[in-house]
């Protein structure tokens, strides 16, 4: 049987946000080849039409095809969607490179900074993918848990890219009445926002689980947004870019929000739990446990004063104790806020 939309896509990483892509794909009428690293996953996928890791409880189209082979997800894409989590980027597209189209779009919907070289996951990409498919690469960023998507609950988010009729040809491609696209030029801002934002909903975590009250989730989330902003604008961004979806939007949620990974670490870490516990009792990633340390290496090599992000880092990686950090910061030196 032929299809009506001949647009084929390939989404390359089956976790959560994977999944809820292939899914949103399919209900465009387009094919999709879903890449997951296991095997076994992928069999899974397509003998029961189901995802048994992750939204399980969500049936999966005919039009989803799982497969391991980055070869035959990519072979004939149209469309490519980057799920991996960030520091899984470099290895699996060092692979993948020789089997992507040279008109393919590329779409990254990864939120993170590489540990070590502090580069942007755009950056990664461009390192490794030839020439041609540079310019094509387009970010994917904004309040948007996967959960969400799936259920068909409305979503809107960002995609950019320096090229901007790039941007506008993916908004065109995903956008729904259900899953709203803002199409924009400004990938370093989109970018940072959306990987900054997990650690200050980290940070924010700490907070309610030492239940210090709403007062101070709303402070922190407000100069968590200051200290996103001094960042980007050091590195080229439009600041306006953060009052936006991959800012402001996507910030609230997950430092808010009840399926926010990032901050149910950083609950259960105010509670008094090990991070190394908490970890190995997610089958999840949260990225802002990898982004807090390159984030504040980042800001350190910069010279961008990014307080909640450096006691996030210290508790993570340094052992201090949450109830130290929330006072380091409340004992700060006063300043002016527009600083």
Not at 16 to 32: K, N, P, Q
Not at 61 to 75: F, Q, V
Not at 309 to 335: C, D, F, K, M, S
Request: hydrophobic share 40%; proline share 4%.
């Amino acid at each position: 049987m032929t299809r009506s939309n001949p647009v084929r896509c390939a989404v390359i990483g089956a976790g959560s946000f994977g999944t809820c892509l292939a899914v949103l794909l399919a209900e465009r009428d387009y094919e999709v080849e879903l890449w997951a690293r296991d095997p076994a996953l992928a069999d899974a996928v397509n003998r029961h039409r189901h995802n048994p890791r992750y939204l399980s409880d969500f049936k999966l189209a005919e039009n989803i095809h799982a497969t391991d082979s980055l070869e035959e997800a990519l072979a004939e894409a149209d469309l490519v969607l980057s799920v991996v989590p960030s520091h899984a980027v470099r290895d699996v597209w060092s692979q993948a490179a020789p089997y992507l189209r040279p008109d393919a779009l590329i779409v990254s919907g990864t939120k993170g900074i590489e540990v070590g070289t502090g580069k942007l996951v755009s950056q990664v990409l461009a390192d490794v993918l030839p020439d041609p498919v540079q310019e094509r690469i387009v970010v994917l960023s904004g309040p948007s848990f996967a959960r969400e998507i799936a259920e068909h609950r409305p979503t809107g988010v960002s995609v950019a890219c320096a090229n901007e009729s790039f941007a506008i040809a993916a908004q065109s491609m995903l956008s729904s009445p259900l899953f709203r696209c803002y199409s924009n030029t400004d990938v370093v801002g989109v970018e940072l926002g959306g990987a900054l934002k997990n650690v200050i909903a980290l940070a924010v975590g700490f907070v309610d689980g030492m239940q210090l009250g709403l007062n101070a989730r709303a402070t922190l989330i407000t100069r968590g947004l200051a200290e996103i902003t001094r960042l980007g604008v050091e590195m080229g961004a439009n600041p306006v870019t953060f009052q936006g979806l991959a800012g402001l939007g996507d910030l609230v949620l997950t430092c808010t929000g009840e399926l926010s990974r990032n901050r149910r670490v950083g609950l259960e870490i105010g509670q008094g739990r090990r991070l190394e516990d908490i970890l190995g009792d997610m089958n999840q990633v949260a990225e802002g446990v990898r982004t807090a340390r390159s984030a504040f290496e980042l800001s350190q090599r910069l010279g961008v004063d990014m307080p909640i992000t450096e006691q996030a880092y210290r508790v993570l990686y340094e052992g201090q104790e949450p109830v130290q950090a929330i006072g380091n910061l409340t004992t700060r030196q006063l300043r002016s806020e527009h600083e």
